[in-house]
Protein backbone atom coordinates (compact mmCIF):
# COMPACT_ATOMS: atom_id res chain seq x y z
CA UNK A 1 0.00 0.00 0.00
CA UNK A 2 1.13 3.66 -0.61
CA UNK A 3 -0.25 6.74 0.24
CA UNK A 4 0.27 10.56 0.29
CA UNK A 5 -1.34 13.42 2.74
CA UNK A 6 -3.10 16.25 1.63
CA UNK A 7 -5.43 18.97 1.90
CA UNK A 8 -8.70 20.28 0.83
CA UNK A 9 -8.49 23.14 -2.02
CA UNK A 10 -10.86 25.07 -3.64
CA UNK A 11 -14.86 23.19 -5.00
CA UNK A 12 -15.69 24.31 -8.65
CA UNK A 13 -19.20 23.31 -9.25
CA UNK A 14 -19.27 23.03 -12.95
CA UNK A 15 -21.96 22.61 -15.76
CA UNK A 16 -21.24 21.08 -19.16
CA UNK A 17 -23.58 21.51 -21.88
CA UNK A 18 -25.10 19.30 -24.52
CA UNK A 19 -22.37 18.05 -27.00
CA UNK A 20 -19.68 18.52 -24.49
CA UNK A 21 -17.39 15.64 -24.15
CA UNK A 22 -16.12 14.33 -21.55
CA UNK A 23 -12.90 13.19 -19.90
CA UNK A 24 -11.54 16.26 -22.33
CA UNK A 25 -13.83 19.00 -20.64
CA UNK A 26 -12.42 18.51 -17.04
CA UNK A 27 -8.96 17.62 -17.95
CA UNK A 28 -8.91 21.18 -19.61
CA UNK A 29 -10.22 22.96 -17.17
CA UNK A 30 -8.13 21.35 -14.24
CA UNK A 31 -5.05 22.68 -16.22
CA UNK A 32 -6.43 25.71 -16.51
CA UNK A 33 -7.41 26.21 -13.12
CA UNK A 34 -3.40 24.42 -11.61
CA UNK A 35 -5.81 21.87 -10.15
CA UNK A 36 -3.56 18.98 -9.82
CA UNK A 37 -4.87 16.67 -7.91
CA UNK A 38 -8.83 16.08 -6.40
CA UNK A 39 -11.64 13.83 -6.22
CA UNK A 40 -14.37 14.49 -9.16
CA UNK A 41 -18.39 13.61 -8.54
CA UNK A 42 -20.62 13.77 -11.65
CA UNK A 43 -24.51 13.56 -12.12
CA UNK A 44 -26.41 14.07 -15.41
CA UNK A 45 -27.25 12.76 -18.91
CA UNK A 46 -25.16 11.44 -21.43
CA UNK A 47 -25.56 11.14 -25.33
CA UNK A 48 -26.52 8.08 -27.10
CA UNK A 49 -22.76 7.09 -28.60
CA UNK A 50 -20.60 7.45 -25.51
CA UNK A 51 -18.33 5.05 -25.00
CA UNK A 52 -17.10 3.24 -22.35
CA UNK A 53 -14.62 0.42 -21.30
CA UNK A 54 -16.34 -2.41 -19.72
CA UNK A 55 -13.62 -4.35 -18.92
CA UNK A 56 -10.84 -6.45 -19.70
CA UNK A 57 -10.95 -9.12 -22.46
CA UNK A 58 -9.36 -11.66 -20.53
CA UNK A 59 -8.23 -10.91 -16.66
CA UNK A 60 -5.17 -13.15 -17.03
CA UNK A 61 -3.04 -11.05 -20.00
CA UNK A 62 -1.48 -8.57 -19.83
CA UNK A 63 -0.96 -5.96 -21.34
CA UNK A 64 -4.78 -6.31 -20.67
CA UNK A 65 -7.11 -5.61 -24.24
CA UNK A 66 -9.97 -2.94 -23.32
CA UNK A 67 -13.42 -4.01 -24.08
CA UNK A 68 -15.43 -0.65 -25.38
CA UNK A 69 -18.82 -0.54 -25.98
CA UNK A 70 -21.05 2.23 -27.45
CA UNK A 71 -24.45 3.21 -25.39
CA UNK A 72 -27.22 3.00 -27.50
CA UNK A 73 -29.97 6.06 -26.29
CA UNK A 74 -29.75 8.54 -23.76
CA UNK A 75 -28.41 6.99 -20.63
CA UNK A 76 -28.64 8.45 -17.34
CA UNK A 77 -25.10 8.72 -15.29
CA UNK A 78 -23.53 8.99 -11.81
CA UNK A 79 -19.79 8.73 -11.13
CA UNK A 80 -16.62 9.17 -9.39
CA UNK A 81 -13.02 9.28 -10.31
CA UNK A 82 -10.03 11.02 -8.91
CA UNK A 83 -7.62 13.54 -10.70
CA UNK A 84 -3.69 13.23 -10.41
CA UNK A 85 -1.18 14.65 -12.44
CA UNK A 86 1.00 12.35 -15.60
CA UNK A 87 4.52 12.24 -15.71
CA UNK A 88 4.45 15.77 -17.46
CA UNK A 89 2.59 17.20 -14.80
CA UNK A 90 -0.69 16.83 -16.91
CA UNK A 91 -3.87 16.46 -14.33
CA UNK A 92 -5.60 12.51 -15.47
CA UNK A 93 -8.84 11.71 -14.57
CA UNK A 94 -9.90 8.63 -14.13
CA UNK A 95 -13.35 8.14 -13.68
CA UNK A 96 -15.84 5.25 -13.52
CA UNK A 97 -19.21 5.66 -13.75
CA UNK A 98 -22.69 3.74 -13.52
CA UNK A 99 -25.33 4.26 -16.86
CA UNK A 100 -28.72 3.64 -16.25
CA UNK A 101 -31.54 3.38 -19.33
CA UNK A 102 -34.78 2.16 -18.35
CA UNK A 103 -34.71 -1.29 -16.77
CA UNK A 104 -30.57 -1.78 -17.78
CA UNK A 105 -27.92 -0.41 -16.33
CA UNK A 106 -23.97 -0.69 -17.27
CA UNK A 107 -21.13 0.62 -15.82
CA UNK A 108 -17.35 1.65 -16.83
CA UNK A 109 -15.00 3.72 -17.64
CA UNK A 110 -15.25 7.13 -19.40
CA UNK A 111 -11.73 7.22 -20.37
CA UNK A 112 -12.99 6.02 -24.13
CA UNK A 113 -15.06 9.51 -24.20
CA UNK A 114 -18.48 10.38 -23.09
CA UNK A 115 -20.64 13.62 -24.18
CA UNK A 116 -23.24 15.22 -22.38
CA UNK A 117 -26.67 15.18 -23.18
CA UNK A 118 -28.37 18.39 -21.88
CA UNK A 119 -26.47 19.08 -18.60
CA UNK A 120 -23.89 17.18 -16.81
CA UNK A 121 -23.08 18.52 -13.21
CA UNK A 122 -19.55 17.72 -11.50
CA UNK A 123 -18.41 18.88 -8.35
CA UNK A 124 -14.41 18.88 -7.99
CA UNK A 125 -13.02 19.26 -4.95
CA UNK A 126 -8.87 20.28 -5.26
CA UNK A 127 -6.55 18.23 -2.94
CA UNK A 128 -3.44 20.15 -2.29
CA UNK A 129 -0.26 19.27 -1.38
CA UNK A 130 -0.23 15.84 -2.27
CA UNK A 131 2.50 13.83 -3.13
CA UNK A 132 1.10 11.85 -6.02
CA UNK A 133 1.52 11.01 -9.73
CA UNK A 134 0.17 9.06 -12.39
CA UNK A 135 3.36 6.70 -13.98
CA UNK A 136 3.16 4.54 -16.90
CA UNK A 137 3.46 0.51 -16.08
CA UNK A 138 4.95 -1.33 -19.02
CA UNK A 139 3.77 -4.67 -17.17
CA UNK A 140 -0.32 -3.15 -17.58
CA UNK A 141 0.18 -0.30 -19.95
CA UNK A 142 -1.98 1.99 -17.23
CA UNK A 143 -1.11 4.89 -15.54
CA UNK A 144 -0.82 3.91 -12.16
CA UNK A 145 -0.98 5.73 -9.10
CA UNK A 146 2.24 6.35 -7.62
CA UNK A 147 2.38 8.07 -3.62
CA UNK A 148 5.95 9.84 -2.59
CA UNK A 149 6.77 10.78 -6.58
CA UNK A 150 8.16 13.88 -6.00
Known sequence: M????GKVGRVFAIRL??????????????AEKGVLSGLAIMVGGVEEGSKI?????EGDVLPPVPMVTT??????????????PDAEGR???????????GEQTRSGCIRAG???????EIILIEISDLDARRIPDPKT??????????
Open 91 to 101: PVLHMHAAFGR
Open 2 to 5: QYSQ
Open 53 to 57: VVGPQ
Open 17 to 30: EHGDRMPDCLERLA
Open 141 to 150: EFTLLQCGTK
Open 71 to 84: LRGVHEVTAVGTIF
Open 114 to 120: IVAWQVL
